[in-house]
């Protein structure tokens, strides 16, 4: 045994070669559970990463091949499709659970047993039988014939097999009915074979006859022969006397075949007949005569079925003096190095198919546009030649329609890599793993958060302006005309120049099976530190920043209601454009993109820079804060409590305490009202209790939970009428002491001083099956962007009903706009884009939200 292992030596270099992976499985064709079918680790990062891949039967090595010759044959043709460039995955069955890619001791295990009774040869139909005993617990082991292998190679996803010879028609196939399985599998069984043809003692012409009926397409390699002289090989003889269906010339045509038939989704097999090596042939007049005398004793002996093969075989062998084992090998070894080469020529036709297909989705999604349609590019002089002022003209915001809402945020291409198991490894993988390639569906979308959020608001009937950053670059370009083609206008997309190093933002979401987020990474690099790009101005080179890119942009002029921020600027630019907003009297909503960037709103600010005395003053508290509306899950609302409560001593600032004081929380604790508002769960994450010790600097945070809903947490004006409206009770959990007292009756008054706070849990507006959701990517920044919408829709001084400030007003449309907010995060959650174009529907309630009827806030 020591002798024999060593003989699998070059087998045994492969880190993997042995490993088994007990996955689960699922296929096309065969119903199966991991205690039917193994994939190994080899063969399943091979597919993961789309390696060339050969199958192998195993077959020839227990009822072929005797021990121990059969072992060091597996050790040489598994060498042979390494050496070569592809990876072996050998087939059999052991203990009655189907192998995909056989193991060293796997190997040894079934090939010790050839030849014995509880070792047969496994076909189609006999999966289910030798697998279905195993389960009974009757371990049968078993080789599989070109026909089991298929089915396995199949069930795993692998396109190539090659092998040595095919069964076909017998001869006398007419009254017998022996007809092998292989040929019908060829038929309904999409894997590309590799053979030296049929085996020269079956009635070659009918088993062609028979794979043309099949629809199964023949082709034999021309080895440098002229096609019209190409025959079908009979095995052992290069030339049978029957000319080849078709004649292929180099793998790389054989390649091309398969691509294309896979392609058009053609779900039979291919015949590649490959000849014996000339210095092996045996010459056809020679091997006739063998043929037919071996022929006549199976028959004299009245030797039929599965018995006929193997005896026929051996006859051969003793009658040509043991010259066709020899040529056995040979013709199976030069069949699987071109077997190998086909592989390895799929792979690379593949690859390239791909990434042209990747192209053509870019070209389709984000056609090329010209760069002179470009806005000029922001960036430094040349150290070549003067610095010269800008070619783009300022834009006039006289000339330019007001916008409601002014979005500042990433504006990016994305990819979303959603995992897509591989076959044979089983429905219940619904993750993809670590330090390896995963097998994904890739799609190409236009995204980032700003863009999101605009897109959203705009679609349901918001003028918007997107102010961002592209890099001049391809992918630039085409994101400026697609936005314009969708009527998102670019007057406030700045370009930046070669000159910046910077490139147009980049994200790329992970999901598993489930489309569930597992990871994801964003290049948004062109956002951040906005301070280290020059730009020029009039001759005037100055560092970047929200005042020197968007000079012309003046919110006060544009109308603007609201101004979203989202967390991928860095916190200086980020603090730069809240008080942008702030003085030009916007109010102000924050997203926080990620557990990551979360924390920027609270970050503490650098006081070097030549804008940080605008810049970096604090956030403002209620009632003059300095954002008026967050939407942060859970695990960013944990981040951000926990940024304010480390940066600077935030949450022990004496302005902070006052809001706090003032909410009238009761000394022996609120649990009791938040596990009443919320749940217990809830509460015991910290998740109510984080909401509120934030409320001062946000006075509204509606807290996304994904299944259970979303958590609006608000500080009430006094004066609001929730404060005594029965219905809103519940939802009340503090009263302020001072909410009630007679000083609190002006308009003035209630607008600066603190009613209480209100907590509600919205229930989810439609729980998702796994099945129908389609991309996470963009569900949140689509909730934001039709709540902003619904908000600017009724911020003007007519929508507001008597008896109501502005503030109170907008704090209960806030309540009003849930829902609405979360059925577009539904549809978004169903479709493949960023923000789903069906959102467009909801424009008309947006739209009746804008209505100046005081009656639509009764039920308030």
Known sequence: MTVLRSSLRAFSRSPLAGKVNLCKTSTRSLSTNSSFVHISDHVQEALQSKKPIVALETTIYTHGFPYPENIALASHLESIVRTNGAVPATIGILDGVAHIGMGVEEILKLLERAGQQDTIKVSRRDLGYICGLGLAGRKLNGGTTVAGTMVLAHLAGIKVFATGGLGGVHRGAESSMDISADLTELGRTPVAVISSGCKSFLDIPRTLEYLETEGVGVATFADGRPEKEVDFPAFWSRDSGFKSPAVVRTEEEAAAIIHAQSSLGISSGLLFANPIPTEFSIPKSEMDVIITQALNEADQKG??????????????????????????????????????????????????????QRVRSTQQFFPAVPKTDLPTSVSSPSSSEPARPSQQPPQSTRDTPAADVIVAGSLAVDLSCDFAPLQGTGSADFSPKLHTSNPSVISQSLGGVGHNIASAAHAVGASV????????????????????????????????????GRRTAQYVAVNDAKKDLVLAMADMSILENLGAIPTSSEGITSPGSVKSLWNSLDLAALQAKWLVADANWDPLTLSEWINKGKSAGARVAFEPVSVAKSARLFAKLSTSSSSSSSASKP???????????????????????????????????????EVIDAMGFSDSGSRPQLVSATSSALVDQGVPQQAIQLLPFIPCILTKLGAQGVLLTQLLSAGDPRLTDPESAPFVISRSSSSSSAEQTSPASRTTHLGGVYMRLFPPAEIVPDTEVVSVNGVGDTFLGVLIAGLAARATPRSVPSGLTPDIHLSMETERLVDLAQRASVLTLKSKEAVSPAIVDLKGEISLQGQDNEQLFSVL
């Open 303 to 356: 030797i039929i079925g599965k018995d006929n093969t193997p005896f026929i075989l051996s006859k051969i062998k003793e009658l040509s003096s043991g010259k066709s084992i020899p040529a056995n090998r040979a013709l199976i070894e030069a069949n699987v190095r071109r077997g190998t080469a086909v592989a390895l020529a799929l792979a690379k036709l593949e690859e390239r198919a791909e990434a042209g």
């Open 465 to 500: 302006r997107l102010c961002s950053l592209v890099g001049d670059d391809l992918s630039g370009r085409a994101v400026l005309d697609n936005l314009s083609k969708r009527g998102l206008g670019t007057e406030s997309i700045k370009v930046l120049g070669p000159e910046s």
């Open 619 to 657: 956030l403002g508290v209620f009632p003059n804060q300095s954002v008026d509306l967050a939407t942060p899950n859970n695990f960013e609302l944990a981040a951000m409590h926990s940024a304010a409560r480390d940066s600077e001593q935030i949450l022990e600032r004496q302005d902070w305490w």
